[in-house]
């Protein structure tokens, strides 16, 4: 099956593990989008992407990244 774009915290689980210590807020969207199609998890259509659930993945990944930042 593989994930959806509407899967923000599981994309960003893995957007995470691919780029440990990068602070999602600096990624663009257009990079971002990118890196969410070639990942292997990813089984959605690729031009189903939009500004709302790109930001929804960028902002579960802050999330976490916030939280790794704490246990640093």
Known sequence: MGLKWEQAEEL???LAENHPGLNPLDVRF??????????DEFGDDPKASNEAKLEAIQMAWN????EQSEED
């Open 63 to 66: 999330e976490i990244y916030k």
């Open 12 to 14: 960003a689980e893995v």
């Open 30 to 39: 257009t990079d971002l989008r990118q890196w969410v199609v070639d990942l």
